[in-house]
């Protein structure tokens, strides 16, 4: 695993690019968020997604995806302006919304979840390559979530699968996973509750 430290406050362009060129050719980074460290993947790329799941060493179900700005969610999902307005209200942060996918030829998926999270290095990610991009934390299934690289080097060191590329941005602060809203139904439903109180979203 190749190991490039970032700056959280001012991403440097060329660690970007170089990050972005990796996600173009289907490959995973391990990446920082407003959480904790993510592992990333073009959502839309079946192989990139396969090794997803291999690297976490968990059964394929869904994934949740970043994407640069609200519009995005009408190209995937099934989203009328009450659902709409109900996410303006709540991104950019930790907040994942899941909808009814309607580009099941792109992704295999039944439903989506989305987020935008508050944050420059994904902002900066998302600026560059032009797609949706996997996040969900980088660790295996069912260990504990990584707020250091050292943590995430622990867990992925000697597998046979690695992610391609870290970003390294320091110590995250330890906050809460993101608060998870099923817009399926209606009035929406908490599927989980974490850092950021969502009782209201009806």
Do not use: H
């Amino acid at each position: 695993m190749k190991i490039l430290k970032i700056n959280p406050l001012k991403p440097e362009s060329k660690i970007i690019s170089e990050a972005a060129s990796i996600l173009k050719l289907g490959g995973i980074i391990v990446y920082p968020t407003d959480t904790c460290y993510g592992l990333g993947a073009d959502i839309t790329n079946a192989v990139a997604l396969r090794k997803i799941f291999r690297i976490k060493e968990r059964d394929r179900k869904g994934i949740s995806m970043i994407v640069r700005d609200i519009d995005l969610v009408d190209k995937y999902a099934e989203i009328d302006n009450n659902r709409k307005n109900i996410m303006k209200k709540y991104f950019p942060g930790a907040v994942t919304f899941v909808l009814l996918n309607i580009k099941y030829q792109e992704i295999k998926m039944n439903t989506v979840a989305f987020r935008i999270p508050d944050y420059k290095i994904t902002k900066a990610l998302l600026k560059k390559i032009g797609f949706p991009l996997t996040t969900t934390s980088a660790n295996i299934s069912g260990k504990n979530v990584c707020y250091s690289i050292g943590e995430v080097l622990k867990q992925f060191k000697n597998k046979n699968i690695q992610p391609d590329l870290i970003l390294d941005a320091g110590n995250l602060k330890k906050n809460l996973p993101s608060t998870v809203v099923d817009l399926i139904s209606w009035p929406p439903r908490i599927l989980r509750q974490g850092s950021v109180n969502v009782k209201e979203a009806k």
